[in-house]
Nanobody, 126 residues
């Protein structure tokens, strides 16, 4: 099993940047595909970005792909979400998720990930 802890959220002005981190416990982090999701008040949780176990495959939501980048460092058991040019509509609780899978694919469905962190709040002021 893997446990996930997100960090790096906060309050930022529009146009600013944040880097979210998700630290995973356990010795088998490289066996997991990872994803970032977000949920704004009153809205469903949505996929933002995902990365395969090796980092060789990534996929970012079209609406943010020019501004967000996902990466991972398996030696540090950590996955990152770099967010640039933030907009007020990016305000949400951001979750890290893990799926035990060693394949060159990225899953985008909430129910395809079995492990979740508690989330980190990102608030972008206008």
């Amino acid at each position: 099993q893997v446990q996930l802890v997100e960090s790096g959220g906060g309050l930022v002005q529009a146009g600013g940047s944040l880097r979210l981190s998700c630290a995973a416990s356990g010795p088998t982090f490289s066996s997991y595909a990872m994803g970032w999701f977000r949920q704004a008040p009153g809205k469903e949780r949505e996929f933002v970005a995902g990365i395969s176990w090796s980092g060789g495959s990534t996929y970012v939501l079209d609406s943010v792909k020019a501004r967000f980048t996902i990466s991972r460092d398996n030696s540090k058991n950590t996955v990152y979400l770099q967010m640039n040019s933030l907009k007020p509509e990016d305000t949400a609780l951001y979750y890290c998720a893990a799926r035990r899978e060693r394949a060159p694919v990225v899953r985008t469905g909430v129910y395809e990930y079995g492990y979740w962190g508690q989330g980190t709040q990102v608030t972008v002021s206008s």
